[in-house]
């Protein structure tokens, strides 16, 4: 990759450019951890733009912080080509999560500018707000309400565990000069999405494949439910009298991982990642339990039939545990179908590298499921080591990230200069 191309990434840069980044955080390295508008988030933000800046990309930010970073076209009729991912991190999470995608762009464009060539479209680089569920509980905060996913009433009643609103934390970081409702885009104001990404699963790494192209992302799905039981005292009260919080919440994790496994699809997936009990004690029945369960398909029949079975089998287990329930759908998105000619371009832009590429699903969502929705989209994968991600020792090798950067930075060319 080192030689030949005139796209030349400069991958040391970048590099540093990723390690400086990652001490940006709110625990020691190497753990990197960000959450939405947090110290660590906002310097992180700062970060960015600088670099942005430096290069001539001109910033702006939305009434919620996704930042937009343009660099200007010589043709302003057309529609900008947008890149971009996030840079927040949940806690005890790695360095190439979202950061591969928002400073892998930056290097993309400097390689393009080193090269002399200028775009007829102009290229914009989003970093987009929240893509982790960190504060509010909900994921890709920023690109759901981009694309309108996100309605504006249950922006409003979105609320953190210090119980400040998305309103409360818009003022406290100086967004509350403009209106939530001016974040949507207009259809057609881009003419195509690319983001880059590591997988966050093994496959690329297994196959010795450099580059992934996404065609299809999961539809993901998740639910809050809130149990209340009876407590007492763990040697006073016999078990026929029971009402035990925590046991029916028992009963659902499996009927969750029941209703993922005779889904009739490999691909439904179900986990019950949050379990808490009140109060807690060794001595004390649990009388409350919460639940929050992640359900995930590619096609959204198999994905809703499951749901609906967990809900049902939620029903069931409460009702003849004498438990009431509070059951909340968080989020039921579509899958994104990502667009085939999109494909296609970065496919060609493989090809012009002389690089093996494999068309695969995303089984995690990103940004790019919500800005599917806005115009023609899809993804870059590179490989991470063992598929591991959220984790501190997530990790990409710099041949893996600058192969993936050349990719995008094909893309990002062509499509600067035609339409697809
Ligand atoms: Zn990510």
Known sequence: MSDGHQNQIDIARLQREIDELSLISENP??????????????????????????????????????????????????????????????????????????????????????????????????????????????????????????????????????VKTLEDWRKTVGYENQKLESVRLKPDCYCAFVELHIEQGPLLEKENIPIGIVEKIAAPSSIRIELT???????????????????AGAEIALAVERAALESGSPDTVGTTGVLRVEPGAVNSIPCRAWLEIDLRDTRVATRDAALKRIETAVAEICRRRKITFALDRLN???PALCDAKLVQA???????????????????????????????????????????????????????????????????????????
């Open 346 to 420: 970065i496919s060609d832009s493989c090809d012009d590298l002389g690089l093996a590429c494999k068309r695969m699903i995303s089984r995690a969502y990103h940004d790019s499921l919500f800005m599917a929705q806005v115009c023609p989209t899809s993804m870059i994968f590179i490989p991470c080591r063992d598929g591991v991600s959220h984790r501190p020792d997530e990790f990409s090798s710099p041949e893996q990230i600058e192969k993936g950067v050349a990719v995008l930075a094909g893309v990002l060319a062509r499509l600067s200069v035609d339409s697809i």
């Open 29 to 162: 390295p190497p753990v990197v951890t960000r959450v939405l508008f947090s110290e660590a988030d906002l310097r992180a933000r700062e970060f960015v733009k600088k670099l942005c800046r430096e290069i001539g990309l001109v910033v702006r930010e939305d009434a919620v912080g996704n930042i937009f970073a343009r660099w200007n076209g010589s043709d302003d009729d057309l529609a900008p080509v947008a890149t971009g991912s996030h840079i927040d991190a949940i806690p005890n999470a790695g360095k190439f999560d979202g950061v591969v995608g928002v400073l892998g762009a930056i290097e993309a464009i400097r390689s393009l500018q080193r090269s002399g060539f200028s775009p007829k479209r102009s290229v914009e680089l989003i970093i987009f707000t929240a893509e982790e569920p960190t504060r509010f509980g909900i994921g890709c905060l920023g690109s759901r309400l981009l694309s309108g996913s996100l309605s504006l009433d249950r922006a409003g009643t979105l609320r953190d565990g210090e």
């Open 332 to 334: 039921v998105d579509a």
């Open 229 to 247: 039981g009876v407590g007492g005292h763990a040697g006073a009260v016999l078990m026929p009298e029971r009402r035990d919080a925590l046991l």
